[in-house]
């Protein structure tokens, strides 16, 4: 499975931004998708998982309410709307996918991964 990340870029806080994910690869389809981020000096975090088949999202209880995960499954490809955004939100995100159902926040549970796109918000 391969994972092409982008839509980042440099925005004022407030601003918005939204990054898509593409899947491609035999076992691209049916499985969860995540989107980390890891800024610099931290630790990879979960931000936001949607399962594929369900639509059950998930989210890091500081994006709650400014950030949207959604899938369209006809093009392999997810997406994070990011509104409202802050400085703290600046990171590389990194989207990741898994081959079994569920949607865990730790990266050791996912097994395939994206290059990372950076997002910089600026105040």
């Known amino acids: 499975v391969q994972l092409q990340a982008s839509g980042g870029g440099l925005v004022q806080a407030g601003g918005s931004l939204r990054l898509s994910c593409a899947a491609s690869g035999r076992a691209s389809s049916n499985f969860p998708m995540a989107w980390f981020r890891q800024a610099p000096g931290k630790e990879r975090e979960f931000v936001s998982g949607i399962d594929w088949f369900g639509g059950s999202t998930s989210y890091k209880d500081s994006v709650k309410g400014r950030f949207t995960i959604s899938r369209d499954n006809a093009k392999n490809t997810v997406y994070l709307q990011m509104n409202s955004l802050k400085p703290e939100d600046t990171a590389v995100y990194y989207c990741?996918?898994?081959?079994?159902?569920?949607?865990?926040?730790?990266?050791?549970?996912?097994?395939?991964w994206g290059q990372g796109t950076l997002v910089t918000v600026s105040s």
């Open positions: 990741a996918s898994r081959k079994t159902y569920g949607l865990p926040q730790r990266t050791q549970y996912y097994d395939y």
